[in-house]
């Protein structure tokens, strides 16, 4: 049997094969949507990379209130405005299906289905009320990237559900996935999580500050992980639909580009 160390080791590696192919596939698909005139869509894609390459030093996000911030937070909140937010929660909480995220701010497979699949289910199946999203959390990159791992991923965690406190922690989650940077760089600092919080207009610097605090949040994060133990969930992200015909666990082909389609077909499944 395979020592803990090596099954990270192995965990990791298959992180970044999967990581690669999706980046791959990001880049074809890129290239169809230029070849089929979706110009707009692309230049917004190279607005928010310029944006992110120009991240603040230090450990920190994007410089705050900066063009580029700006830029950013425009897309999350068209995204996002109008839809309803409770907690870790996203739409309408009588939606007939909900889907459960489990993921990791860290995990940058989390991050590809995050930006490259999730927008069109938002827009397509959540804002229209078919269905609601809840986060939920689950250390897979984190933990096995840094020896002190699960205190990292606690606080970072805790710090996006702090958000939630103010119903705005789909914005908080967003603008980490958007500025995540490569594993194990280490750059998830005190600095970085403010800056994120700094980026969003609406959140109570103060209040989130003293939510971070609370020992609720941890603990909510911690039952997060419990249940996706004793579910001997494997990874990051899983995605479980829940509706009026049943339960199912959604295909991993749903992190590709254009992997909207198979993430409707489950949802039809359980609708």
């Known amino acids: 049997m395979a020592s803990r160390k090596e099954q990270k080791e192995q965990a990791r590696a298959a992180r970044l094969a999967a990581e690669q192919a999706a980046q791959a596939r990001a880049a074809r698909m890129r290239r169809m949507q230029?070849?089929?005139g979706v110009v707009v869509i692309a230049v917004a894609a190279i607005v928010v990379a310029i944006a992110i390459s120009g991240g603040g030093s230090g450990g920190g996000a994007i410089?705050?209130?900066s063009?580029?911030?700006r830029a950013l937070y425009s897309q999350i909140n068209t995204l996002l405005t109008g839809i309803p937010e409770s907690g870790t929660?996203?739409?309408n909480p009588k939606a007939p299906v909900t889907m459960t995220y489990f993921g990791d701010l860290e995990c940058p497979i989390c991050r590809d289905f995050t930006l490259n699949t999730l927008p069109q289910f938002i827009q397509n199946d959540v804002r229209t009320g078919k269905a609601k999203v809840v986060y939920r959390s689950m250390c897979t990159a984190t933990c096995n990237d840094y020896s002190n791992g699960q205190s990292i991923f606690n606080n970072q965690q805790v710090a996006a559900y702090a958000a939630g406190r103010q119903n705005l922690f789909?914005?908080?989650a967003e603008l980490f996935y958007h500025q995540q940077r490569a594993e194990g760089s280490g750059y998830v600092t005190s600095t970085f999580l403010n800056d994120l919080a700094g980026q969003i207009p609406a959140l109570k610097q103060s209040t989130w500050q003293t939510d971070r605090k609370d020992p609720s949040l941890l603990s909510q994060v911690q039952g997060d992980e419990q249940a996706a133990s004793t579910d001997n969930l494997q990874g990051t992200p899983t995605l479980i639909l829940q509706g009026p015909k049943g339960q199912l666990?959604?295909?991993?082909?749903v992190v590709n580009p254009g992997g909207y389609s198979a993430l409707?077909?489950?949802l039809r499944q359980v609708s």
Do not use: D, E, V
């Open 89 to 91: 929660t996203l739409g």
């Open 249 to 253: 666990t959604a295909p991993n082909s």
């Open 264 to 266: 409707a077909s489950t």
């Open 63 to 65: 410089k705050q209130n």
């Open 34 to 36: 230029l070849l089929g």
């Open 170 to 172: 789909w914005y908080y």
């Open 67 to 69: 063009p580029q911030s």
